[in-house]
C-alpha cells in the first residue's frame, strides 16, 4: 500500500526500514511529547517486525506508513492511523513522528493531510483524533495546518514517563474535508 502527495510516498514499513527510523526514535528531542522513551535498536526493530505484522491482519486497525521523501527516498518520519474502532463508530487516531533535521519544512503536515484523507476515502471514518501534550505547540499548529479543530482539554489523561500528563484533544469530521 502507498499513498503519494507532492513531496512524500507514504509506504508501508519493510524491515530495513529500522536503521533510519532508529534514527529519529532514538533522539530524546523528538520523543519529548511521545509516550516512550528513547528506543533502543533492538526496540526499534521489535517495533517495526509488529508493524509488519500488523500488515497481515485481515480485520486491521492500525495503518502505520513510513514518510519517505520522493526526492531522495530518504524515510524521514512516520505517520499512522491507529486505534480503528467498531465500524459503526467509524472513528481513528492519528499519530506521528519526524526526524529532527526535516522539522518546521511542512513535511509532516503534508503527510497528515493524506493520512487522514485515506482515513476518510478509504477506510470510511467518519471521525480522525489525534492527542498531545499542552505544551506542544508545533503539533498543535500543525494540526490546525492540516485542518483539524481542538475540541477539548483532557486532564491528566495519560501517564506518560512516571507521571499524569494533560492532553489536548483535536478531530476532523469527515464532512469538513469534503
Given at each position: 500500500?502507498?499513498?503519494?502527495?507532492?513531496r512524500?510516498?507514504?509506504?508501508?514499513?519493510?524491515?530495513?526500514?529500522?536503521?533510519?527510523?532508529?534514527?529519529?526514535?532514538?533522539?530524546?528531542?523528538?520523543?519529548?511529547?511521545?509516550?516512550?522513551?528513547?528506543?533502543?535498536?533492538?526496540?526499534?526493530?521489535?517495533?517495526?517486525?509488529?508493524?509488519?505484522?500488523?500488515?497481515?491482519?485481515?480485520?486491521?486497525?492500525?495503518?502505520?506508513?513510513?514518510?519517505?521523501?520522493?526526492?531522495?527516498?530518504?524515510?524521514?518520519?512516520?505517520?499512522?492511523?491507529?486505534?480503528?474502532?467498531?465500524?459503526?463508530d467509524?472513528?481513528?487516531?492519528?499519530?506521528?513522528?519526524?526526524?529532527?533535521?526535516?522539522?518546521?519544512?511542512?513535511?509532516?503536515?503534508?503527510?497528515?493531510?493524506?493520512?487522514?484523507?485515506?482515513g476518510?476515502?478509504?477506510?470510511g471514518?467518519?471521525?480522525?483524533?489525534?492527542?498531545?501534550?499542552?505544551?506542544?505547540?508545533?503539533?498543535?499548529?500543525?494540526?490546525?495546518?492540516?485542518?483539524?479543530?481542538?475540541?477539548?482539554?483532557?486532564?491528566?489523561?495519560?501517564?506518560i514517563?512516571?507521571?499524569?500528563?494533560?492532553?489536548l484533544?483535536?478531530?476532523?469530521?469527515?464532512?469538513?474535508?469534503?
Open positions: 500500500m502507498q499513498l503519494k502527495t507532492g512524500l510516498i507514504l509506504r508501508e514499513f519493510k524491515e530495513d526500514d529500522w536503521q533510519a527510523m532508529h534514527e529519529y526514535a532514538s533522539d530524546p528531542e523528538v520523543v519529548r511529547y511521545m509516550q516512550w522513551t528513547p528506543k533502543t535498536e533492538e526496540e526499534t526493530r521489535d517495533w517495526i517486525k509488529r508493524a509488519i505484522s500488523n500488515q497481515q491482519e485481515r480485520s486491521r486497525r492500525n495503518y502505520q506508513f513510513a514518510v519517505v521523501r520522493k526526492a531522495d527516498k530518504r524515510l524521514i518520519g512516520g505517520c499512522s492511523i491507529i486505534n480503528i474502532s467498531n465500524p459503526e467509524g472513528e481513528a487516531g492519528i499519530v506521528y513522528v519526524l526526524n529532527r533535521s526535516f522539522w518546521n519544512q511542512g513535511y509532516m503536515t503534508e503527510a497528515v493531510k493524506r493520512v487522514v484523507k485515506f476518510f476515502s478509504e477506510l471514518l467518519h471521525r480522525i483524533y489525534a492527542t498531545l501534550a499542552p505544551d506542544n505547540f508545533a503539533s498543535a499548529r500543525l494540526l490546525e495546518k492540516a485542518g483539524m479543530q481542538r475540541e477539548g482539554h483532557l486532564r491528566e489523561h495519560k501517564y514517563k512516571g507521571q499524569w500528563r494533560d492532553s484533544l483535536y478531530a476532523i469530521l469527515e464532512s469538513e474535508i469534503r
